[in-house]
């Protein structure tokens, strides 16, 4: 085949734009479900905005323990404990806490510390592990003392009655009732 | 504030991550109570009570404010992601959501603080 | 003793094909042979015509990007003995139109990098270019851009970006880490200018932090963590830009 060589056979070829990229590669694939977990966040917001409404319309009834007016908002915190619910409220928590490992090894990324090395008298750069150790120390403290304070309130009364120091601070941030024990 | 010159995205990408960490540190805790809510000693009174702390509902909305703008601000960028172009539309109808359902939190908090002072 | 590699390669010439067509070779290698001395052994002596570049070998000019197996890799970098017992495909750098074979026109990433001005600017109060000074950098000071600066301009983390694929306009993972280097130098003076296209809905925030760019750079530069730096600095300029409105 002879070529003319003045002229350009430049013929570029653009590959085409598929909407499932993502599904192409496991770490595609791990980014997407990432950002899918906002799905069971949104719904999972959804689910406390009915029971903040539910809270706010029978206000009245809550401050006088009017138990007639109450059993719309118990049968509301029932809903939230059917066997459904609470499957579904599993799968928001393995989808949070698939979004909480997935958030703090990126945490580091977005911050630069630097440290002069003692040892060596070398600038270098703050490795990020430190601050991924102090957000997975914050995530623990807050799970378990969420835990230990929604299943367990009396223990914290407990610990803190018998200093006295805490009673009226106690009943300052638990509204005007204080705790029911 | 929708100036030609430079994107907006700061006012978004900073509730988003302020959304992402409270997803992550404190939102788990929140979703292991409420599933324990009918059956743990927290009875509708005791519930109450931390409800109508003008403190603890107010941590409460902030955290639930917080959570809807991560969530709705990941939906916008992943509608762009399965290659649909996002436009204003999309754009007003996403964080117009975002707005109603912050606002609604605000609104009950407000219900709240209100019939519990008076 | 060799062992043999069955290599695929996704073949286009612009002159007689419409579309690109798979091609495949078979090459024996030993532990030190790399890809680009493979693709040099089937063009010498088996398919002439095999277009693909390189120059270095050595992983510093930044030519031989290609696919292997789905991932941007420098093809000198890459060993076959690491895909002993598989095949490997090979296809021309993603994201990029391809020339011929494993030729890519990498033309809107060089005018990316063009645009954003890689290079240091004096600060207006001091001496200009041809002036004599010198300019002093303590090791603190290098450090806060020293990662950044290692980049070869290869144009593996464009192949990696799903926002690059999707979006052209995107100024992408390469271009936006030397922005975040130049702006970080203690003798530039020309943050003010690059600001503007990093505070673009076309600069850092087209970004959706997926990090495979960090994941593929040969370097180790970390184009992602560049990039999220970037965020926070567009960050604090709108802020400030907020308050200076009346200026």
Known sequence: MTMDLDKSTRKPFVRPVEASWWTKKGFYLAYMLREGTCLLVLAFVLEMLGLYIMTALHITDIQHMNQAGLESLQSYIKFLGHPVMIAFNVLVLIAVLYHAFTWFPLMPKATRVIIKDRKSGLYKLLEGKYLVALLVLAFVATTAAGIIFFYYPQLIAKLLTPLGLFEDALKGLFGSKGLPF | MFRKDRSDEPIYWGLFGAGGMVVAIVLPAIIIATMGLNHSVLDTAMFANVILSPVFSLAFIGIMILCTWHALHRIYHTLHDLTIHVGTLHHLLIYGLALLISLAFIGCYLIILFKNLF | ?247
């Open chain 3, 1 to 247: 003793m060799a062992d043999k590699m069955k290599i695929t390669v996704q073949r286009y010439r612009p002159e007689q094909d419409q579309q690109p067509w798979d091609q495949s070779f078979e090459v024996e290698y030993t532990r030190e042979t790399s890809l680009l001395e493979a693709l040099n052994q089937i063009k010498d002596t088996q398919e002439p015509t095999l277009s693909f570049r390189w120059s270095c070998r050595m992983a510093i000019c930044g030519s031989c990007g290609m696919m292997v197996n789905g991932v941007p890799k420098l093809a000198c970098k890459t060993f076959l003995r690491d895909y002993a017992g598989q095949e490997m495909r090979i296809e021309p750098l993603a994201n990029f139109p391809v020339e011929r074979d494993l030729v890519v026109d990498l033309s809107d990433f060089i005018e990316k990098l063009e645009r954003i001005k890689p290079y240091i600017i004096p600060k207006k109060d001091e001496p200009q270019p041809g002036e004599q000074r010198e300019y002093i950098q303590t090791p603190a000071q290098l450090e806060k851009y020293r990662q950044f600066s290692m980049c070869i301009n290869c144009g593996i983390c464009y192949a990696a970006c799903p926002q690059y694929k999707i979006n052209k306009e995107f100024l992408g993972p390469a271009a936006l880490t030397l922005i975040y280097r130049y702006n970080e130098d203690s003798r530039d003076g020309g943050k003010e200018e690059r600001m503007k296209l990093v505070n673009q809905d076309t600069g850092v925030w087209s970004c959706s932090f997926v990090g495979y760019c960090s994941e593929c750079c040969p370097k180790g530069v970390d184009p992602a963590s560049a990039i999220q730096l970037g965020k926070v600095e567009s960050a604090k300029d709108y802020l400030i830009s907020m308050f200076k409105k009346g200026e």
